[in-house]
């Protein structure tokens, strides 16, 4: 007697559509073991899709025992799959079992003759490529809906609503979004502060979503893909300026850490931006509680937290733990001459830095659109549009790169420096309460680096 395996699977949307069930699938998969006198067992996939193997549980575990079984038995090759390489390697690891494959439904699917394992190879294929023209199409749908500047999704995102197909700012929850940024900003980005504030005034929203509401590049008008590092823009209407949103984004790199142990942790001046200058490492905060008050101090992680082989070979030798306050008193004594020397520096490259930059992208899309328009009114043949298409597409590439080229290069405005340099910054800075103390580093440096002994170099904003 064989024994083989049933497999059942069934999409989400399979059901929906076409009401393809998985009781319709086990009664005939057990109906034809019946008359063929088979012994059997079924792995049923529910509501999971044959485009991938990663999500069908079932699968994997029948495939894990394999060994045990004759043959697997489906009804219809779609059931298993409909990718070209999952369908190779399953019929990869059953053949090393000594174990084949059929169809039930269609004769012509069995992979134990040679002509069978050819249909099953040419069924798969075609399936496979449906399955891309069918992507492409919905793909092409979604593309000329966001060129005209249509919602692809009935999903809302906090901030807007969608109003005749498009995204409007909602201006209460856009007010909202504002104020909490503008918090973050005053607050240094304390995680914990923060939070808190976001808690209150998010009614119902998670962690996950407050960072999420802080990083959401549609809030400067750059909508990102689902699932997709591809950004579009002119699609939403911004609710931010992007020097409010690229603080943010400043900020959250060298926020405040919250550990377990210190969830009411003081307010700390230099947390993410001090670095090990050997190793360029971040130095490591360390708190402790004395009777006398709180000490706080910094050291090179990479000096006392590496084990085994990265003990040996990557350990940092600048061992050295520094008090905050120290740092503190070195960076107001090194201050000065540091930002004279960087602003003679950019005051050079000024000077070497001639470039200029136009910006045709406009002018590039409007000949975009202008090319669709022939195409649409079959003033120009399909072969003329994707190469005259092509062509815009690499010109619009061609301009980004330069433009980013040319911000890259062009020179910092650092008359910021000036004006602190020209104030009685020291007097001031004594007087500012801790947290503003943090704010004043974090919108005047990005980086400080230690060797151990002093403060090496100041990278200023």
């Not at 395996?5 to 034809?32: H, M, N, P, W």
């Not at 369908?87 to 134990?112: F, G, P, R, Y």
Request: proline letters at 1%; charged letters at 30%.
């Amino acid at each position: 007697m064989k024994y083989v395996a049933c497999y059942v699977r069934v999409s989400t949307d399979e059901q929906k559509k076409f009401g393809f069930s998985i009781q319709a699938q086990k009664d005939s998969l057990e109906k034809f073991c019946k008359e063929n006198n088979y012994k059997y067992e079924f792995y049923v996939d529910e509501g999971i899709s044959a485009s991938s193997m990663k999500k069908r549980l079932a699968l994997k575990e029948m495939l894990n025992k394999c060994n045990v079984f004759d043959m697997i038995l489906f009804t219809k090759l779609d059931r298993l799959s409909r990718n070209v390489l999952d369908a190779n390697n399953i019929n990869k690891i059953l053949q090393e079992n000594h174990c084949s494959m059929k169809a039930i439904d269609e004769e012509d699917v069995d992979t134990s003759t040679a002509d069978g394992l050819f249909i099953f190879n040419l069924k798969v294929s075609l399936a496979q490529r449906e399955i891309g023209k069918t992507s492409e199409r919905i793909n092409f749908v979604f593309k000329n809906k966001r060129e005209r500047g249509e919602v692809t999704s009935g999903t809302t995102k906090y901030g807007y609503a969608i109003v005749d197909k498009h995204f409007a700012v909602n201006p209460k929850e856009a007010d909202n979004i504002k104020n909490f940024y503008d918090f973050y900003i005053n607050h240094a980005g304390d995680t914990k502060i923060t939070f808190d504030y976001f808690k209150e005034h998010f009614p119902s929203k998670s962690y996950d979503t407050y960072k999420k509401i802080l990083t959401d590049t549609s809030y400067i008008g750059n909508y990102k893909l689902y699932r997709k590092n591809i950004y579009v823009k002119d699609y939403i209407p911004a609710i931010l300026d992007d020097e409010t949103f690229y603080t943010v984004q400043n900020l959250l790199k060298k926020k405040r850490r919250i550990s377990k142990n210190h969830t009411n942790a003081p307010i700390t001046l230099f947390d993410g931006l001090i670095r090990c200058s050997k190793c360029g490492a971040s130095l490591s905060r360390h708190i402790s509680y004395q009777k006398y008050g709180t000490y706080v101090s910094y050291s090179c992680w990479k000096s006392h937290k590496l084990s085994g082989k990265e003990k040996e070979q990557f350990r940092c030798m600048n061992k050295t733990s520094i008090s905050e306050s120290k740092i503190e008193q070195m960076l107001l004594q090194s201050f000065r001459a540091q930002a004279e020397k960087r602003i003679a520096e950019n005051s050079v490259e000024n000077k070497k830095n001639r470039n200029t930059f136009i910006d045709n992208s406009k002018l590039i899309k409007k000949k975009l659109e202008k090319l669709k328009d022939l195409y649409i009114d079959d003033l120009i043949d399909k072969e003329t549009y994707k190469k005259d298409y092509t062509k815009l597409i690499k010109d619009l590439e061609e301009n980004e790169q330069n433009k980013l080229q040319y911000v890259k290069s062009k020179p910092k405005d650092l008359s910021y420096l000036k004006e602190l340099l020209n104030s009685d910054y020291k007097k001031i800075y004594h007087s500012l309460s801790p947290i503003d103390k943090r704010n004043v580093w974090l919108n005047v440096i990005d980086y400080i680096y230690f060797d151990g002994v002093k403060i090496e170099r100041i990278i200023f904003k």
